[in-house]
């Protein structure tokens, strides 16, 4: 199977940055993707309804993700008190970025498999790790901006409804509906889990926030949609994709209806 993150490769900056900036993350990646490589072994087994077997706990993702939240404080990445969906996050965008510079593809579809399809056990034990080090970070610490600003994230926060999922205006990322949860409370939004396809895809978050998406209107054979720059309002013939070109700005990006 191809997945669509698969060809992604980082740049030289952003090579860099992982060595000046993250050195302690820099240390702990590699362990934590020996770690997940082989875990991935053991969700490829499948039961006699075709379902991965289950994720044993003697293969050292735990231990070797603790120690990568322990270098996320210590690389300013991760804030003190910072909720575990955000620092979840976060580890997507790490993973994204060490996989586009090592390509260790294994590696980077358990990280998909457990913290999207898994992620209510993801979360809990991300929970259960942050609790447990908390002792060692400084209360006062906050995250630097850096991180966000130079790594490639996947995705921005203009995203669109269509007949058949979200998608993000800005980067070739569609999540179908059958591969989300539509979530009201405690926060509204969707809920990436990829259970129907397994077409994982690390460039998408793993909450989608609803405040992100904009359902288009239709009116008299055009669409109306809002430029994900400027947010002037545009219109479109009602085709399967459009190519959307902005009069004020001149952004052009491209979505489903």
Not at 177 to 202: A, E, R
């Amino acid at each position: 199977m191809q997945y669509l993150f698969e060809n992604i490769r980082a740049n030289s900056t952003q090579i860099e940055f992982f060595k000046t900036k993250l050195p302690h993350v820099s240390q702990a990646m590699p362990e934590f993707f020996r770690s997940m490589a082989i875990a991935y072994k053991s969700i490829e087994q499948k039961n006699l309804y075709g379902m991965p077997q289950g994720i044993r706990q003697d293969l050292g993702v735990d231990t070797s993700l603790k120690l990568l939240l322990i270098a996320c404080f210590n690389d300013h990445v991760i804030a003190a008190n910072e909720s575990a969906k955000s620092a979840i996050e976060k580890l997507r965008v790490l993973t994204l970025n060490w996989y586009a510079i090592k390509g260790e593809i294994n590696a980077a579809l358990f990280f998909s498999y457990y913290f999207y399809t898994m992620s209510s056990n993801a979360l809990f034990i991300t929970k259960d790790l942050l609790k447990q080090i908390e002792f060692l970070v400084d209360a006062s610490q906050s995250a630097s901006h850096a991180f966000e600003e130079t790594l490639l994230i996947g995705h921005s926060k203009s995203w669109y409804r269509s007949s058949n999922g979200v998608g993000d205006k800005l980067n070739d990322v569609f999540i179908h509906d059958s591969d989300f949860t539509k979530t009201d409370l405690p926060k509204p939004g969707y809920q990436v889990h990829y259970k129907k396809s397994f077409q994982y895809d690390l460039r998408a978050p793993i909450f989608v926030d609803l405040t992100w998406v904009e359902a288009p209107v239709t009116s008299d054979g055009k669409v109306i949609m809002s430029c994900p720059s400027c947010g002037q309002k545009c219109r479109g013939p009602v085709f399967a994709q459009l190519e959307v070109r902005c009069p004020r700005c001149k952004q052009v990006w491209t979505q489903r209806t």
